[in-house]
């Protein structure tokens, strides 16, 4: 069977993405052959999608790390034919085709049910990035992290992980506060639950090895400076989740924090998460769903046309918010 979707070709001198019509394999016992309905743009994607990032393991390669449809081919005992699924990392897009494209082979162990709350569309417009913001707060949560400790500050607060955490936090009953570089996003943010929100600049300059207290806690999207910053600031016993590295991947600290304050650096990879923490991620956000909320973060639906554009303009942060992809 042929699909129609995104192909990136690259090696040690070229790197191109283009559109074409490709042969799918035959499933093999536990694959299940997905129609797409939709996928998302994350930032990985883009640095996928542009070569800005080694994203991807082999060449030719179908990038998107989210994927949505229904089920029109199973060798698997777990879902049916008919059955819509969703599918976010777990190596697609990046060791295995992925998501920018009409069908998709996906095993068993990659997929999720499609949350019954949700449409496929929201269930995109949520993707990773969802995801990963449910799983933050799962592990500040399961860490001790209390409402009381203090304000959780939330960095790359526009973006879509970003944008994700400072709604389920505020639902939670934490004060957030919203660490961003876009003014013209303040009251997006407030509006999804921010207390307030605190220009990027005034958190970028190297910390000492302590500075006073002033957050309860922290979910992290940039790295670098930032994450440092955060680490040095953070209350008693509170905890920082390190999420992304959209300023830097580098991370320089003291153990000060850790030692002198109990403060903890939680790690969270949403590529690899086990099923079970997977499933509960899901239904966290089943349970905080709201219309309103989700429509505010969605920030375009495109085709597979504008996703090269589309993914520049991420890396250089010129989006906000969430973009889904209609696939063909
Ligand atoms: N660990 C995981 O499993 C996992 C999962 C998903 C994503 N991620 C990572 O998390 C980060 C956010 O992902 P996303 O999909 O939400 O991306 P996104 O929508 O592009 O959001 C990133 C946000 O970070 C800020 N930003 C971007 N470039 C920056 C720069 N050079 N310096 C300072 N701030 C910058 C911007 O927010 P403001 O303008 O509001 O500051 C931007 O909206 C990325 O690094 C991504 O790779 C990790």
């Known amino acids: 069977m042929n699909a129609n979707g995104l192909k990136v070709y690259f090696d040690k001198n070229s790197y191109q993405c283009r559109q ?47 994927t949505c449809g229904q089920i029109i081919k199973s060798r698997s005992n777990q879902y049916q034919e008919k059955q819509d699924i969703i599918a976010t990392g777990c190596g697609i897009g990046e060791t295995v085709d992925g998501g920018y494209a009409s069908h998709i082979i996906l095993h068993e162990s990659q997929c999720v049910p499609l949350p019954g709350k949700l449409t496929k569309k929201e269930a995109m417009i949520y993707g990773t990035a969802g995801f990963t913001a449910a799983l933050a707060v799962l592990r500040l949560k399961q860490n001790g992290q209390e409402p009381e400790m203090g304000p959780i500050l939330v960095s790359g607060a526009s973006g879509g992980v970003g944008s994700f955490s400072v709604w389920f936090l505020n639902s939670l009953g934490f004060e957030v506060w919203a660490l961003t570089s876009k003014e013209s996003q303040h009251k997006r943010l407030l509006t999804l639950g921010a207390a307030k929100c605190i220009q990027t600049k005034d958190w970028s300059d190297k910390s000492k090895a302590l500075e006073s207290i002033k957050i309860g806690g922290a ?23 390190s999420i992304g590295l959209a300023s830097s991947h580098t991370l320089e600290s003291t153990v000060m924090p850790f030692i002198l304050r109990g403060v903890s650096l939680l790690g969270v ?60």
């Open 269 to 328: 990879s949403s590529n690899n998460c086990p099923r079970a923490l997977r499933l509960e991620c899901w239904k966290l956000i089943e349970s905080l769903h709201s219309h309103t909320h989700l429509n505010s973060i969605l920030d375009k639906e495109i085709l597979l046309e504008s996703v090269e554009d589309v993914s520049k303009k991420m890396i250089d942060n010129k989006t906000t918010g969430r973009t889904i992809i209609r696939t063909p």
């Open 219 to 241: 979910i992290d999207n940039l790295g670098g400076t930032f994450l440092q910053k955060m680490l040095a600031s953070c209350q008693l016993w509170g905890s920082v989740a």
């Open 20 to 66: 074409e019509e490709f042969t799918l394999n035959s499933l093999k016992n536990g694959e299940i052959l997905l129609k797409t309905d939709y996928s998302s743009l994350n930032y990985k994607d883009a640095l996928a999608v542009t070569g800005k990032g080694r994203i991807l393991k082999s060449s030719p390669l179908t990038p998107g790390i989210d």
